[in-house]
């Protein structure tokens, strides 16, 4: 699947990021909720202590694909990009400590690259290797992942784009209907997020707020 840059920033507005570990109730209907609600693009992220492995990762990865695929809405596999190639999906998302991005575009091909980056040294190093997409954060403190660099605000895309870079930007981290729109101020083609949609009552609600705070910046 090759994607252009503008139908790239399309799909960025709102991303829906999940693994099992992210939910209280059963995460095939967290996600079909969410897409009822209008997500745009969705990364399987099955990581940490209570992720699945093994058979029961790639079982629930084709399940949520096939999901993906019914509604149209490209799949991106975080980290692992054997699981990526296994059931062909539409693309990958890695990170600075994760293999090496050229090795990763070899392997992928024309599926979608996303890369996490920091600063414009590493957007820099990203654009060249390959990236449709950059990720940035966390924008806001998160609980969810640990290991995070520090909270950037919305300073660093800002400054990106003032700089000129027009690379397709994700904001990440902390990110809610309320914060939404302030991320698309500051430059970025759209908002991921975890547990504003994977732990709310109403996944679909919370899709239809985030997509509603994008559109109406982009209006
Ligand atoms: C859209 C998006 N942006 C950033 C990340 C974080 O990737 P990474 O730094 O590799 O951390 P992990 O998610 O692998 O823990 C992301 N997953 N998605
Ligand atoms: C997976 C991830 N990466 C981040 C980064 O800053 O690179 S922050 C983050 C967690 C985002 O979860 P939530 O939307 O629940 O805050
Ligand atoms: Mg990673």
């Known amino acids: 699947m090759k994607v252009s840059t503008e139908e790239m920033r399309s799909l960025l507005k709102t991303y829906f990021i999940m693994g099992s570990q992210n939910c209280d109730e059963d995460p095939r209907e967290v996600l079909k909720d969410a897409i009822h609600g209008g997500i745009t693009l969705f990364q399987f992220r099955e990581k940490g202590d209570q992720a699945l492995v093994g058979e029961e ?3 629930l990865a084709k ?3 096939e999901i993906c695929k019914h509604y149209q809405v490209p799949f ?6 054997d699981l990526a190639l296994k059931i062909n999906a ?5 990170g600075q400590d994760d293999e090496p991005a050229e090795q990763v575009r070899k392997k992928i091909g024309d599926k979608i690259l996303g890369i996490s980056a920091h600063n414009q040294e ?3 190093a990203a654009i060249n290797q ?8 966390p924008v806001f403190p998160t609980e969810t992942k640990k290991d995070t660099e520090a909270v950037q605000g919305t300073i660093l895309v800002q400054e990106l784009r003032k700089q000129g870079i027009s690379i397709p930007i994700v904001g990440i ?3 809610t209907p309320e914060n ?3 991320v698309v101020k500051g430059g970025a083609d759209g908002v991921s997020v975890i547990t504003a949609i994977s732990k709310a009552k109403s996944p679909k609600e919370q899709a239809r707020l985030l997509k509603a705070a994008v559109d109406s910046v982009m209006q």
Not at 76 to 81: A, E, K, L, R, T
């Open 57 to 59: 990762k790639i079982r």
């Open 173 to 175: 981290g902390g990110i």
């Open 122 to 124: 590493e957007v820099e």
């Open 76 to 81: 991106i596999v975080n980290d692992d990009i």
């Open 90 to 94: 539409d693309g990958v998302h890695i």
């Open 180 to 182: 939404a729109a302030s």
């Open 130 to 137: 390959g990236a449709d997409y950059i990720g940035t954060g």
């Open 63 to 65: 399940e949520l694909l």
